[in-house]
């Protein structure tokens, strides 16, 4: 499965966009973002970027007030992993200038549409940010 | 009709609208957000498209976030699915991928919807629907789309293309006979000039080989040509990790692929795929010296990087390294000891994990010293987790790693009294463990306890309680070896002991009952032994030959407890026995302590221990403590508490003719109430041992005996045993018998009367109860051999030498420097490895089945399957039929396969033959398949039973398991 699922979570704790990559219902997702919610925010920015939770890992990298957490399985490379989120935080950037929570928080279906282009099946698909922009702004256009 | 859904629009609130209210909203975020989800069913059901699209797109936005189930639109999902303007699709694809499951009723609705966008000339139309099928394919969805999806692997389109081998994934997953179709397509972007498609291709591969690998073995030209050529990180990364999976499985793939990866490791600066390239060596090539060493460095430099990211995965390698390259550990010890204090408590954890790996034999001491101190500094989780696995390490296959039992012994003391140890279950487990395991250990185990009942703070402490219960437990079934019983009895029995919850008190309790009759038959013996005291003189020398008998333990007691060491601890200690009860003891103490420098008369100073009056005093003493239990709501306590009471009034009505008899007869005609206790002391001293998990199974089942199933009817016979019998029944073992001998009304209460079957139940509830003093397999402990006889202990022992030795080691183990001791003996049963076996899933199996099948070429096989599936539903045929047209160049293979299956037998050796001679260039030579054939094919019969019904698919995996095997696969590559 590669990615698990992909949180982004402000510094209070709600979430603001998430998107699964396996089945888990409502309530397995609900507690499953209030224990990563709750361990991840309350590490240092010394300790490191990688937390084991239950049979997976957690590799997250805040920027500004936004926490962005994947879960991704054991054997997965979290540097690559801080690259991804690294890149998702670029493209987002391109697209919306200088992104902030609130463009995340209005535009949540775009901030989809980019990850469906970069992930799909959980494993990262395309890491070139025009290509991911070019079927979102070429949407925009249509609507 | 249309006016009002124009007004319902014109009013309707957007997700913009909904989000900003959100934020404002000041009635309570629930309140609102029910007050919106009302809106939204009302609005969902309107008409107008508009108005359905904007309230499924508000819905799908609470439902993700705010965990809304959006279950009951599911059908308008559907709806909206259909609409023609792509604003809506888009919501409706995302609302679906969203929230449907492989339960959600409608999903048979959109195959058709489905395949149209699937099919559209629209591009962003196509990669939606890949998109939503990638998340909620069904085997259904799966199977009736496979057609459409191997089209669009072959489109010009890059962006439909990646999206569509993507897809596949999830489509092998639900219906793995897609494999026969779209899996040639897939191999072959692997070759693709698209690096975009590249990559998507190697990331199912990935995915794949992760779950199953071996099947992906003939492959490996391809992903060798990539790891040499790309010169993309994410490609990299993941063909490193399909190699990492596919090079245990061939040795001869290491040799060609340790080089690149060197070469990888020298070259790049992404840190990502540099350590891609370490993790590859550790776990996968770490046969190769120089391939670990190029490593070693690479992950010291990650160690001391100010970056927590890299010294957390530097020690994660390193401890993968561990098991094979202890040296690669040995030689960054002094960054991981470190790093036991680093601020980050994952990077503790790591450190701490390899500090363990670095133990053994020789360094455990000054290591547990070590992380003792840490474990006292730490926070409460860190120091638990050191504690943790210290236990663990040292327990780990019977305590294999401990040459210095008394050692361990100790430091179990001392970890048990770290403030924040909330280790009580595993300390106590091991204690009790040892004990019965390590008979050398036992006075040092009963010292240690003391230690730990005498001290009145630990029973304030909540985590120590089970703890306190070992020691209590050793305490008293090895009171043989304590120094100073009355000492003992009084911690037993001191007033705080009511911190402790009931079940572990009744352990206390009968511990001081154990205590009580070790004093009296003692008190007895001595009394016997004054009058010719010749006795003890000859008895000394003898001590170690007589450890486990059972008539005269405590000459052998008295033999442990004679160092000096102990007496001066004696001392230490005997200001804080504030008893008034026990004053009278005070002077002999004294007395005893000068008269115990001198070895020789060890034995005669403890006996001046038992007096007349001080055994008085005893009995006094725990009729005072005890008799306030006979009230006690717990059973257990209650139980015994009286137990103790009854037996204390019985010796007390007796003792004093016993004493004026023993004095007078010198013990030749023995009183009533020292037969008593003898009795009573010889029921208690039979030693308990470990049983084997398989010593039930080595019990021959008696003829004649048929043992039932269930025991439902043993209600019906409990009603039955309640009844008080006259004639109590032994439970099989001889010490039973003679506690039968006389009539103590609560003793007999205990006994069960009736056949063996009851008193197994029973035995089973006690086992209930008081677990911990079972070892965990032990289903009928009456089976384990009686302590004392030595024959059979010898036997449990795998044979003679080792009570020899035993007894050899009795004499040598008293105080010495700690290495000049040899390890004591460990008593291991052959049930102590509990093995666990793994059961492979059935699904992967047919996937990767197929897999193999197809990679290996044998299309007649295929088709047969394919032709017999399609016999069988025809829904199924319609997707094979069409999938047919579809594919020119397959159809034009399968053609002649198909009429050849018509003809009849499409197992035939010719058949195969023709299959394999068109198959893929580096596949083995059928030949060797063929040969091999009948070989495989029973081996396979046993594995793909699950599908019995898929014959041809069975036949067809036969010559390629054993290619799998056989040097053939890789001969492009070598």
């Given at each position: 499965m590669g990615i698990r699922f992909i949180l982004m979570v402000n510094k209070q704790g709600q979430t603001r966009l998430a998107q699964y990559y396996e089945y888990l219902t409502l309530e397995e997702r609900r507690a499953l973002e209030a224990e990563i919610v709750r361990k991840c925010l309350?590490?240092?920015?010394?300790?490191?970027s990688f937390v084991e939770h239950r049979n997976y890992k957690i590799v997250y990298r805040r920027y500004a007030s936004l926490f962005f957490l994947v879960g991704v399985d054991n054997d997965e490379n979290e540097l690559a992993i801080l690259e991804f989120i690294h890149l998702l935080v670029e493209t987002m950037d391109r697209h919306f200038g200088n992104v902030c929570e609130l463009d995340i928080m209005f535009h949540l279906e775009k901030a989809h549409f980019m990850l469906e282009e970069m992930v799909m099946n959980g494993c990262i698909v395309e890491t070139s940010k025009s290509s991911i922009l070019a079927p979102i702004q070429l949407m925009d256009k249509m609507s | 009709m249309a006016g009002s859904s124009l007004m319902e629009n014109l009013f309707q609130r957007t997700l913009e609208d909904l989000i900003k209210g959100l934020r404002l909203q000041l009635i309570g975020e629930s309140a609102f957000l029910s007050k919106a989800i009302d809106e939204i069913r009302r609005e969902v059901k309107s008409t107008d498209s508009d108005t359905k699209a904007n309230a499924i797109h508000k819905l799908t936005y609470l439902s993700s976030l705010h965990f809304y189930d959006m279950s009951f639109a599911a059908f308008h999902v559907v709806e909206l699915l259909s609409s023609t303007r792509f604003s809506h699709k888009k919501i409706a694809y995302h609302a679906a991928s969203h929230s449907f499951t492989d339960d959600t009723p409608v999903l048979v609705l959109i195959t058709n919807q489905l395949r149209k966008d699937l099919t559209s000339t629209n591009e962003l139309e196509v990669s939606l629907a890949l998109e939503c099928l990638s998340r909620i394919a069904t085997v259904d969805l799966a199977r009736d789309l496979t057609p459409e999806i191997f089209t669009l692997l072959a489109s010009s389109k890059v962006f439909v293309k990646k999206k569509a081998i993507g897809v596949l994934l999830r489509v092998f997953d639900k219906y793995p006979d897609a494999v026969r179709v779209c899996f040639k397509r897939l191999v072959e972007n692997l070759e693709s000039s698209e690096s975009q498609v590249v990559s998507v291709a190697v990331g199912v591969f990935c995915e794949l080989a992760l779950r199953e690998p071996r099947s992906y073995l003939p492959l490996a030209p391809e992903f060798y040509k990539i790891l040499v050529d790309s010169r993309n990180n994410w490609i990299l990364i993941k063909v490193l990790k399909i190699f990492a999976k596919l090079v245990p499985l061939e040795p001869r793939l290491a040799n060609r692929v340790v080089e690149p990866v060197c070469e990888h490791i020298r070259r790049t600066g992404a840190k990502s795929l540099l350590f891609e390239c370490i993790r590859t060596v550790v776990t996968s090539l770490s046969d190769y010296e120089s391939a670990v060493k190029l490593v070693v460095v690479k992950i010291r430099e990650m160690l001391v990087d100010d970056d927590p990211n890299l010294k957390y995965l530097a020690l994660q390698a390193l401890s993968v390294v561990a098991?094979?390259?202890?040296w690669a550990v040995l030689e960054n010890k002094e960054v991981v000891i470190k790093s036991l204090s680093d601020v980050d408590p994952n990077i503790k954890l790591e450190s701490l994990c390899l500090v363990m790996a670095m133990v053994s034999e020789s360094n455990v001491a000054e290591i547990c010293r070590v992380l003792v101190n840490y474990a006292l500094k730490s926070d409460p989780e860190f120091c638990n987790e050191i504690l943790g696995s210290i236990l663990s390490t040292c327990g780990s296959n019977v305590y294999e790693i401990i040459i210095d039992f008394d050692w361990y012994v100790s430091l179990l003391g001392e970890m048990s009294r770290i403030p924040h140890c909330q280790k009580g279950e595993e300390i106590e487990k091991q204690l009790i463990d040892i004990g019965m395991r390590v008979k050398d250990i036992r006075p040092e185990l009963v010292r240690v306890s003391r230690d730990l009942l005498i001290d009145p703070a630990l029973l304030g402490n909540p985590f120590l309680h089970r703890i306190l219960s070992a020691a209590a437990w050793l305490s008293g079934i090895y009171v043989e070896f304590s120094i100073n019983p009355f000492e003992l009895m009084e911690a037993l029995l001191q007033p705080r002991t009511t911190l402790l919850p009931p079940f572990i008190r009744a352990v206390y309790v009968q511990s001081a009952f154990k205590v009580v009759i070790f004093c009296l038959n003692a008190y007895l013996l001595q009394r016997g032994n004054a009058a010719s005291s010749s006795y003890i003189d000859k008895l000394v020398p003898d001590v170690p030959g007589l450890v486990s008998e059972c008539d005269e333990p405590e000459s052998s007691d008295l033999a442990s407890c004679d160092s000096p060491v102990h007496c001066k601890q004696d001392e230490g200690f005997n200001p804080r026995v504030l008893n008034q009860s026990f004053e009278g003891l005070l002077p002999e103490h004294c007395g005893e302590e000068t008269a115990t420098r001198g070895q020789v008369s060890a034995s005669s100073s403890l006996k001046d221990g038992f007096t007349h009056e001080s055994i008085i005093n005893l009995l006094n003493r725990v009729e005072l403590a005890l008799a306030p239990l006979t009230g006690s709501y717990d059973v257990e306590i209650l139980e015994r508490a009286r137990n103790i009471l009854c037996f204390i009034e019985l010796i007390k009505r007796k003792m004093p003719d016993c004493l004026v008899q023993k004095e007078e007869s010198l013990g030749r005609e023995e009183a009533p109430a020292s037969q008593i206790i003898r009795l009573m002391h010889n029921a208690f001293s039979n030693d308990l041992g470990p049983v084997s998990v398989s010593a039930q199974e080595r019990v021959p089942v008696p003829d004649g005996l048929v043992l039932a199933k269930n025991l439902e009817d043993l209600e019906t016979i409990f009603s039955d045993v309640q009844l008080p019998s006259s004639n109590s029944v032994s439970l099989g073992s001889p010490q039973y018998e003679d506690r039968a001998g006389f009539s103590l009304p609560i003793l007999q209460s205990k006994e069960e009367p009736g056949p063996s079957n009851e008193s197994t139940s029973l035995l089973a509830d006690h086992r209930k109860q008081h677990?911990?003093?079972?070892?965990?397999?032990?289903?009928?402990?009456?089976?384990?051999?009686?302590?004392?006889d030595l024959k059979l202990q010898a036997d449990t022992n795998d044979g003679d030498e080792d009570l020899v030795k035993l007894t050899e080691q009795f004499l040598v183990s008293k105080k010495k420097p700690n290495h000049a001791k040899p390890r004591p003996v460990v008593v291991k049963l052959d049930g102590d490895q509990v093995h666990i076996a793994a059961n492979p899933d059935r699904k992967e199996d047919l996937l990767s089945g197929t897999v193999r099948d197809v990679l290996l070429g044998s299309d007649t096989n295929h088709t047969s399957s394919q032709s017999k599936v399609s016999t069988k539903s025809s829904t199924q045929r319609k997707g094979k039929d069409k999938l047919n047209v579809d594919s020119v160049t397959e159809s034009k293979e399968n053609l002649g396969d198909i009429e050849k299956h018509d003809q009849g037998n499409p197992s035939s050796r010719k058949s195969k033959h023709h299959s394999h001679g068109k198959g893929r260039r580096h596949k083995s030579p059928g030949k060797k398949g063929d040969e091999r054939e009948e070989n495989g094919q029973k081996v396979k019969q046993k594995s793909s039973h699950s599908h019995s019904k898929h014959k041809a698919r069975q036949r067809a995996e036969v010559p390629l398991n054993v290619v799998a095997l056989t040097?053939?696969?890789?001969d492009f590559l070598l």
């Open positions: 309350a590490r240092t920015e010394q300790q490191c | 098991p094979k390259h202890l677990g911990l003093y079972y070892l965990p397999s032990a289903k009928n402990e009456d089976e384990y051999p009686p302590a004392n040097p053939g696969i890789p």
